[in-house]
């Protein structure tokens, strides 16, 4: 058995070659992608699960368990999201909180900004707003049962939550 010889000097230039061929190849990779970001335009819209998600926050803050203490919520009728609840950052929501006995108000909880209300009824002509669509406000509505403690005694009743989140741009 007869052992090759390795000539050292010529692996050392393949090692250099190689590296050099790694740099080439990551740097056309590189520039594939960036002209491929650059030409991509993508919008995602994701206000309504916003919407959705800012309505789940409310509703747990407001009635855990299913459960509203009247006495609770109406010391922080103004700011309840801000104080009772802890949510910051509502520059860009509207939420509107109607707790009904048998369709009788008895309390209407609002904060944020309600402008985002009107502009989506401008949103409902799709005729009229076709080249804006991606500034639409997202919106969620929705009834949820609940139990209302009032001094003492638990009646049955609903909490009706409306949120409006507005574009970020």
Sequence with gaps: ???KK?????AIGEGIL???????????????????????????NVRDVEARIMA?????????????DLNRIKAYEQGFLKDLCGINNLERFYVKVNVSES??????????DSGAAWIAELFKNKNLVSKIEKYEPGHFKQDYPANLVRDGKSVR???????????EF
């Excluded at 390795?6 to 010529?10: D, F, T």
């Excluded at 369709?103 to 944020?112: C, D, H, K």
Aim: net charge positive.
């Design 56 to 68: 789940k926050q409310a509703v747990n803050c407001l009635a855990p368990e299913g459960v509203i």
């Design 18 to 44: 190689m590296i050099y061929r790694l740099f080439l190849v990551a740097l056309i990779a590189i520039i594939i992608l960036g002209v491929s970001a650059i030409f991509y335009d993508y919008y995602i």
């Design 1 to 3: 058995m007869k052992l």
């Design 157 to 167: 009743s609903n909490i009706n939550v409306e949120v409006f989140v507005n574009n």
């Design 6 to 10: 390795i000539n050292k000097k010529a």
């Design 103 to 112: 369709n009788n108000q008895v309390i209407l909880l609002q904060q944020g």
